[in-house]
């Protein structure tokens, strides 16, 4: 696995600890060559600037709205173009989200997923899948 894409409504908008747990991850696998990404469902526009701070303070390298590229998860187009813009297969990605729906969608699509109920929990399936160690 190359890549990794997280939701950002139900996961890396919870309590500040957990945020702050992510945050870690987050750059410790982009120091280990992990491509990262947020895929949300959001509308775009001003409402979204919280989540586009987290590719400004560099801790994703891409944000994808669906309200700004014209596509939902758990459909396809929305998976295909975050993995374009990771510029890796959808077979190279996990989605990490808290929608059991967009879980089926993404791993009906050649991804892999991780269903995100709390962190501690998650967070011991990404490690073992990119490989990567810490505390976190």
Known sequence: MRGLIVDYCGVLDGAE?????????LTALRQEGVATAILSNDPGGSGADPIRTWQEAGYVDHVVLSGEIGAEKPGEEAFRVTAERMELPQSDCVLVDDSILNIRGAVENGLVAVYYQQFDRAVVEIVNLFDVEGEF
Do not use: G, H
């Open 17 to 25: 600890e957990d945020r702050r747990r992510w945050r870690k991850l």
